[in-house]
């Protein structure tokens, strides 16, 4: 799965705010343990819709942590 991390939950909500605006599938979910041990929300998008979800990040000049693929026990940033 992709995922889209953030340091904060509140930048979190406004990426999430601003992919709604944009009609992007996403999904909030738990940050993954494989990403972060502390609590937060990120976004699970589609593996497809990597280069989507960077140009919406740097158009709208949203703050993320990064984005990984994340499987069972690792993540590796992409982005």
Known sequence: MTVISFDTTNFAMMA???FS???FEK???PTPRAISNSCGIS?????DDVEKA?????DKELKIKGIFIVSENS?????
């Open 54 to 58: 960077k140009k919406l990040i740097i």
């Open 16 to 18: 999430e705010k601003c």
């Open 27 to 29: 999904m909030v979910i």
């Open 43 to 47: 976004l699970m998008i589609g593996d």
């Open 75 to 79: 993540a590796t940033k992409i982005y």
């Open 21 to 23: 605006e944009e009609h």
